[in-house]
Structure formats: structure tokens, C-alpha cells
């Protein structure tokens, strides 16, 4: 079975917005606190919120979560990536 498939709708799966956040470094301090702190609260997964834009902060948010310890594996979708803890 997908892992991504219960995550994909989920009505009440945990967000992390982060489009709007102009500064790349705030906005992966703000990722990497609140996947910490949804994690620890016992979520297996969250989508965070990047936006289309440019691409940039997309690719900031997929590179912190390659290799993360508390991200078994993430999926991109259209403004917006799955990660599954």
C-alpha cells in the first residue's frame, strides 16, 4: 500500500505553511521546529505549505528533509510536500 495514500486525504493532516515566509533561512527554522514539535506530539505525518513561486523555497524545504532524522521519506505534490516521520 502507498504510505502517502492516508496522508493525501486526510482533512485534518497537520500543516506547516511556510509560503510567505520571504527569508529561505526563517522559513526551514520554522520547518524544522514544528516538524520537531508535531513529531514529538505523536503526528506520523504533515504536508507543508511552500507555494509554487519560483521553485526556491521548494527546493530549501526538500533539501532539509533528505537525510532528516525525524523524516522517514516525503512526496512533492503541487505547492505543497507530504512527510511522513
Do not use: D, E, F
Given at each position: 500500500m502507498d504510505p502517502f495514500f492516508a496522508p493525501s486525504i486526510d482533512s485534518n493532516i497537520a500543516q506547516i505553511d511556510l509560503h510567505g515566509i520571504a527569508v529561505?533561512?526563517?522559513a526551514i527554522e520554522k520547518l524544522e521546529s514544528e516538524m520537531y514539535r508535531l513529531s514529538m506530539s505523536?503526528?506520523?505525518y504533515c504536508e507543508v505549505i511552500h507555494g509554487i513561486g519560483s521553485g526556491k523555497l521548494e527546493k530549501a524545504v526538500h533539501g532539509t528533509l533528505k537525510g532528516h532524522p525525524l523524516v522517514r521519506d516525503f512526496q512533492s505534490c503541487v505547492?505543497?510536500?507530504l512527510v511522513l516521520f
Open positions: 529561505i533561512s526563517q505523536g503526528a506520523s505547492g505543497r510536500t
